[in-house]
């Protein structure tokens, strides 16, 4: 009894212990890698991917799954950039408008079309990357830097990347969600079982569809600090950041088949993958060792394999405990 | 409105006329690539040309190929998104060991005789670490590729250090240029492998053993089948295939870089098998089904572009098409 309660915890805190594990690590190895302008570039440049990855674990939290949100970034990104002009506000307003919308579609195959989530989504992915080129006439957007739309991704609240804020900010409102509203509770109560779920007379149909329109909004609000960070709307960004929002999300201990799943290790998920490549950034400093950036996606492929495997293990013994 | 009860003869009607939603479902990939060409033997300048098969097929046949190990692996309800990343890996590995980078080899022929057995074999080997993931460990098949999908393209930079290799060795590049009979040999690769595959699955206790395993994975189990050894196999074949097609596309474009060989293959391949009409949960699957899928989607960009439609839009139209197909499959079912 007392080692099945030992083995949850592992399970789900196992994410945090690792985190705490390698910033303890990156800080007693090195000089400033808790120094104030390390943590708060690694901060703003992880937001975008923590704003995807908030969706994609709801997504994947119904049992669901969302590749659509790299090419949907990418529109996000290609929209806001050509509605900075006018502004912070229609620059928002456009790149989660055109997340948004894209979400409707893929909320609309999946619920009312009964299409399965990977291949609807897997079309709605490259019919958002065909607009975001189309859009942009197949080449960068350059942003406004008179109409100060840039600070949402460069500026500061205080001392705190505004980025990052946004993305705490989501978190918070995901994490309430989650634990604290019917339809969070639903979003589990659908992973855990959809038929039992409609029987039991939740609106099975409504909850899904909310989820993947939210999944487009966040991914269009990564577009658009994507634009605003880097000066300009970028069509072919977001190759593969679906499949970094999934590691994350696995990493973080949400089962890929729904049921169960926590906001709060998503983001710590994606902490941790952000974290690595910060540390290997700084071993490198060292001048020890020399890997170059490529290392970086075999590193984290590796570090997805021991999370799976561990997480292999644990449902197996949890499974078996019950 | 009448409210009459119908007579078995109108009722019949009504059924006929299901059939025909049904019909359609079936053979919708079918009609809608004899449509294509049509359409296009119509409106297509220069289309009925030895030329215009040639460029379809030659642009296809890497995506069919990935698409015949993908059927297989999907037949078991599973997926694997690794076929990109272990083309650019064999794609890497190739060139390296024909220009004697790893050891120097003195014949030619020896050295690219090794270069596409030693490639191929590696990338079918990470292709069975996938299944062995899959088998053993009963890790979700999106999972278990996951991994190989993000390290594997990382393995083939860092062997590669993110350099382009080029080349020109035509002991090795007849697998992408020549032309027997005026044939692309990559076409006469990938019908053998498609006949090949569509024989196994269809002939073969090989291959009812795989349906078997999609369809109810337990009952096979219980019924005697080694379903960890099946699903070694066809992760395994995945992963033979991938190599192959890398070796393909480095031959074609005489150099190989490892960001870019097989980039997104995972999706077109997948997108062929959907349309095809392969259940993507599996149990059901049909080889001649995804080179149906993949010339229809090959089809649909080439009318687009041979009649002035930007590439962007081509996608979307692409996106709609997969929607529509695997829809329409659905209600055939429903």
Redesign the interface.
């Known amino acids: 009894m007392n080692r099945a309660r030992l083995v949850r915890i592992i399970g789900t805190y196992g994410v945090l212990i690792a985190l705490a594990a390698l910033i303890l690590f990156g800080f007693l190895r090195y000089d400033r890698f808790v120094s104030f302008y390390n943590v708060m570039t690694l901060l703003r440049y992880n937001s975008m991917f923590a704003l995807v990855a908030l969706g994609m674990c709801f997504v994947i939290m119904t049992g669901g799954i969302d590749l659509s949100v790299g090419s949907v970034a990418a529109l996000g990104s290609v929209a806001s950039a050509l509605a900075s002009p006018y502004g912070i506000v229609p620059g928002l307003a456009a790149g989660i408008g055109a997340g948004l919308a894209a979400g409707l579609i893929n909320a609309t195959l999946v619920t009312r079309a009964n299409l399965m989530p990977f291949i609807a989504t897997l079309a709605t992915m490259q019919a958002a990357s065909g607009s975001a080129l189309l859009l942009a006439g197949n080449q960068t957007v350059s942003v406004s830097y008179e109409s100060g739309f840039t600070a949402i991704g460069q500026g500061n609240f205080w001392t705190f990347p505004i980025p990052a804020a946004i993305a705490v900010l989501a978190y918070l409102i995901g994490s309430l969600v989650l634990n604290y509203t019917g339809t969070g509770r639903a979003v589990l109560a659908i992973g855990g079982g959809e038929d039992a779920s409609r029987l039991m007379g939740l609106r099975t149909d409504r909850v899904k569809f909310l989820v993947y329109v939210a999944s487009g909004g966040l991914a269009g609000l990564a577009g658009v600090i994507l634009a605003s960070q880097f000066g300009a709307g970028q069509p072919i960004e977001g190759v593969g950041w679906e499949l970094f929002a999934i590691a994350a999300v696995v990493v973080g201990g949400t089962l890929l088949t729904g049921g169960s799943g926590s906001v709060v290790t998503t983001l710590a998920g994606v902490l941790l993958l952000g974290i690595l490549f910060n540390v290997l950034n700084f071993e490198n400093g060292m001048g020890w060792i020399s890997l170059s950036a490529y290392w970086q996606s075999v590193i984290r492929g590796l570090f997805l394999l021991v999370v799976v495997l561990l997480q292999a293990r644990l449902t197996r013994r949890r499974l078996n405990a019950l | 409105m009448t409210e009459l009860p119908r007579s078995y003869a109108e009722r019949d009607a009504v059924a006929r006329s299901f059939d025909l939603f049904g019909f359609l479902s079936r053979y919708g990939t079918s009609i809608a690539l004899v449509l294509l060409v049509a359409f296009n033997l119509a409106f297509t300048r220069n289309f009925a040309t030895m030329q215009t098969l040639n460029v379809n097929l030659t642009q296809v046949c890497t995506i069919v190929i990935v698409a015949v190990g993908m059927t297989l692996v999907i037949a078991t309800g599973g997926?694997d998104?690794s076929v990109g990343s272990l083309m650019a890996i064999s794609g890497a590995l190739a060139p390296m060991i024909f220009m004697g980078k790893i050891l120097p080899i003195g014949s030619i022929y020896l050295g690219v005789a090794a270069a596409m057995i030693v490639s191929v074999l590696v990338a079918g080997l990470l292709g069975l670490f996938n299944g062995w993931?899959v088998a053993r460990?009963?890790?979700?098949p999106?999972?278990?590729t996951?991994?190989?999908?993000?390290?594997?393209?990382?393995?083939a930079?860092?062997m590669t250090?993110?350099n382009l290799q080029t080349f020109r060795v035509p002991e090795f590049q007849w697998i992408g240029l020549a032309r027997p009979l005026d044939i692309p040999a990559q076409v006469i690769i990938m019908a053998v492998i498609v006949a090949a595959a569509a024989w196994a699955l269809k002939k073969t206790l090989f291959g009812r053993c795989i349906l078997a395993v999609g369809g109810n994975e337990k009952a096979s189990e219980l019924a005697g089948i080694a379903v960890s050894k099946i699903k070694l196999a066809v992760y395994g074949i995945s992963g033979l295939c991938a190599g192959l097609a890398g070796l393909i596309v480095i031959a074609i474009n005489s150099s190989s870089d490892a960001n870019l060989v097989g980039?997104?293959m995972e999706?077109d391949a997948?997108?062929a098998v959907?349309v095809g009409g392969t259940l993507?949960?599996g149990g059901k699957a049909t080889i001649v089904g995804s080179l149906l899928g993949a010339l229809t989607i090959q089809l649909v960009r080439y009318t687009l572009l041979a009649n002035g439609v930007?590439?962007?839009?081509?996608?979307?139209v692409?996106?709609?098409i997969?929607?529509l197909a695997?829809?329409l499959q659905?209600q055939h079912r429903?």
């Open positions: 997926i998104l993931l460990f009963r890790i979700q999106i999972v278990a996951l991994v190989l999908f993000i390290a594997g393209r990382g393995i930079q860092v250090n993110g980039l997104g999706l997948i997108a959907a993507l949960s930007p590439d962007a839009a081509a996608l979307v692409k996106a709609g997969i929607a695997v829809w659905q429903g």
